[in-house]
């Protein structure tokens, strides 16, 4: 399922790295699936320890000459040198040089709750949620897969309905797994809310300073700030006795376990402006209550479904490398959705939930930069009209090879 993955660490184990190797991801994405599956693959014995269920961060970190005895007392048993030890429910960087010093006898992965890369010393793994590629293999659709992969974007009539499908299931393994095996809508969003409860929990024990209230009122309020049912920078079902402080603390509580994507607003909006993405679709939908049939039936969904595709297609950017993206606004006029730097180029995007064609906003944007290629993005399948590109919702893991190097 997780190909990208496990030709990672593939490649970490058969090199002989000797660095500890840090996968790094939001909760439920596969990290721990992805580093035990290489001793399951292998047959290598190795040795688990999750220190969220210890509770016993400081077994391992409190100073690294006692790292061999810690790990003894949390698996009850000798851990001998060479062998692969999975440490999971890290919580950042501070635990480096316990797992350096422990590096120096056996092979270690560490499972990292936050984002924060460990730096200098360390391989680095950045596991998201599963592209539109992943599901398509996850449900025996190979084929389709391996088209899309080759920059390829034609069978529109079968790619539009799971790309639907998938923006409302979303990209967790568990949820994924969940409704291929059962169809059931509600399988998929049990498995979507233990997840949702589990990054409530981990955004607020890093800062005690932000209330739970707070931090989770944030994260329920993205839904409506994409859907613009709230207009404003702040976030409206924050309390109102909040400062602003602690909403943009609360913020960055969750940018840094990966549960939000901060994106700047720039053009004619306010300094310091922004826009917020959920981590996965299938997320956004289950914190707005929403039946899976309001992304699958843009009619049904109106504003809220065109805002899971404006998340689903950032999410496809930056699951292919495209980096960096911003949002254009002029005045009250237009909005282009998404500004992506590609091949040396800003590449302005506007989003449609449903296969019409109206580039108001890159007409807009193209009054101001006229050299930039734009490109409009629905369900429909591409074409050529007025200079603009149209690209299929479905494809936007191609935008980067359309106009990056060698393009």
Not at 62 to 91: E, F, K, M
Request: charged share 25%.
């Amino acid at each position: 399922m997780r190909r990208d993955a496990d030709q990672f660490i593939d490649g970490w184990w058969d090199g002989g790295d000797t660095r500890p190797l840090v996968i790094r991801g939001v909760r439920g994405c596969g990290k721990t699936f992805s580093a035990l599956s290489l001793a399951e693959r292998r047959g290598i014995p190795c040795t688990y320890v999750d220190l969220g269920a210890y509770g016993a961060d400081r077994a391992l970190a409190d100073t690294a000459g006692r790292v061999a005895s810690g790990l003894r007392s949390l698996t009850g048993q000798p851990v001998p040198d060479g062998t692969l030890v999975v440490i999971d429910g890290v919580r950042g960087p501070g635990i480096g040089d316990a797992l350096l010093e422990l590096a120096s006898t056996h092979r270690v992965i560490a499972v990292s709750r936050g984002l924060e890369p460990f730096g200098e010393g360390f391989a680095d793994l950045r596991i998201r949620t599963m592209s539109f590629t992943e599901f398509l293999d996850a449900g025996g659709r190979s084929d389709l897969a391996a088209m899309l992969r080759g920059g390829r974007t034609g069978d529109a009539e079968s790619l539009i309905p799971l790309f639907a499908e998938f923006q409302a299931v979303g990209g967790l393994p568990g949820a994924v797994g969940a409704w291929l095996s059962t169809g059931d809508e509600r399988e998929a969003d049990s498995a979507v809310r233990k997840v949702l409860a589990d990054i409530l929990d981990d955004a607020c024990r890093r800062d005690r300073r932000v209330s739970e209230e707070t931090v989770g009122n944030v994260m329920s309020s993205v839904p409506d700030h994409l859907s613009r049912a709230n207009k404003k920078f702040m976030f409206s079902r924050a309390s109102p006795g909040d400062a602003q402080r602690s909403v943009r603390t609360a913020v960055g509580m969750l940018e840094g376990i990966g549960a939000v994507l901060r994106v700047e607003m720039r053009g004619d909006a306010a300094p310091g402006a922004f826009k917020l993405f959920c981590f996965d679709t299938g997320a956004l939908r289950v914190l707005r209550g929403a039946p899976m049939s309001m992304v699958t039936d843009p009619d049904l969904g109106g504003e809220f479904a065109k805002g899971v595709a404006e998340n689903a297609v950032l999410l496809e950017l930056e699951r292919s490398g495209a980096a960096g993206s911003w949002c254009w606004r002029s005045g009250n006029k237009a909005e282009a959705e998404l500004v992506v730097p590609l091949g040396g180029t800003d590449v302005p995007i506007q989003v449609s939930s449903r296969p019409s064609f109206y580039p108001r906003s890159l007409r807009e944007y193209s009054c101001r930069d006229p050299s930039a290629p734009a490109v409009y993005m629905s369900p429909a399948p591409p074409e050529v009209r007025d200079g603009v590109t149209r690209v299929p919702l479905y494809a936007a893991c191609t935008l980067r090879g359309m106009f990056g190097p060698g393009a």
